[in-house]
T-cell receptor, first 108, second 114 residues
Framework: GENVEQHPSTLSVQEGDSAVIKCTYS??????FPWYKQELGKRPQLIID?????GEKKDQRIAVTLNKTAKHFSLHITETQPEDSAVYFC???????FGQGTILTVHP | DGGITQSPKYLFRKEGQNVTLSCEQN?????MYWYRQDPGQGLRLIYY???????QKGDIAEGYSVSREKKESFPLTVTSAQKNPTAFYLC?????????????FGPGTRLTVL
């Protein structure tokens, strides 16, 4: 089955800085890679996703890049704000396999 | 996200008791899923169902059971055989499309074993 590794487990940045979270996957057949944001005590919500036929996708301050050859994909958040503080999960494949999560803290 | 509901929000159980968590969706999604979330860990798949009257074990199915008698409902029973059931349980649904599987999550049930 699919195996997804996510790094770092915690990330602390100053407001306005950029944040990058990286994930690797094992199944070369995986073709869908979503990112979810989960605020404390709440449900995960999809923030951006990318399909395997695309190398990069942007949505305002959020971007995701995919390297199929290396089997890794990354989430980039620019101009971070305190409300970006949450746990972020990557996932891969059709029956989604999730990474372990990254706790992002943005300090004002 | 408003189309998936879970109840109750908090649940307390004594050791040795079975308990059932409810998950209902009105999104007309074919597929439904149950995940377990523990502190510092990602979401681990317990069971999933791609169609009514059919379901498959996920990565951590031992001590859990499910049913899928209706498209809208996918209840999860945590049995006394589950050795460490205290966790946050999330239900999700999706319409799998050619490998794309955007999942919509319910608000979760926090189960505590006393």
């Amino acid at each position: 089955g699919e195996n997804v590794e996510q790094h770092p487990s915690t990330l602390s940045v100053q407001e306005g800085d950029s944040a990058v979270i990286k994930c690797t996957y094992s199944d070369s057949a995986s073709n869908y890679f979503p990112w979810y944001k989960q605020e404390l005590g709440k449900r995960p919500q999809l923030i951006i996703d990318i399909r395997s036929n695309v190398g990069e996708k942007k949505d305002q301050r959020i971007a995701v890049t995919l390297n199929k050859t290396a089997k890794h994909f990354s989430l980039h958040i620019t101009e971070t704000q305190p409300e970006d503080s949450a746990v972020y999960f990557c996932a891969a494949a059709g029956k989604l396999t999730f990474g372990q999560g990254t706790i992002l803290t943005v300090h004002p | 996200d408003g189309g998936i509901t879970q109840s109750p929000k908090y649940l307390f159980r004594k050791e040795g008791q079975n308990v059932t968590l409810s998950c209902e969706q009105n999104l007309n999604h074919d597929a439904m899923y149950w995940y377990r979330q523990d502190p510092g860990q990602g979401l681990r798949l317990i069971y999933y169902s791609q169609i009514v009257n059919d379901f498959q074990k996920g990565d951590i199915a031992e001590g859990y059971s499910v049913s899928r008698e209706k498209k809208e409902s996918f209840p999860l029973t945590v049995t006394s055989a589950q050795k460490n059931p205290t966790a946050f349980y999330l239900c999700a649904s999706s319409i799998p499309q050619a490998g794309v599987n955007e999942q919509f999550f319910g608000p979760g049930t926090r189960l505590t074993v006393l």
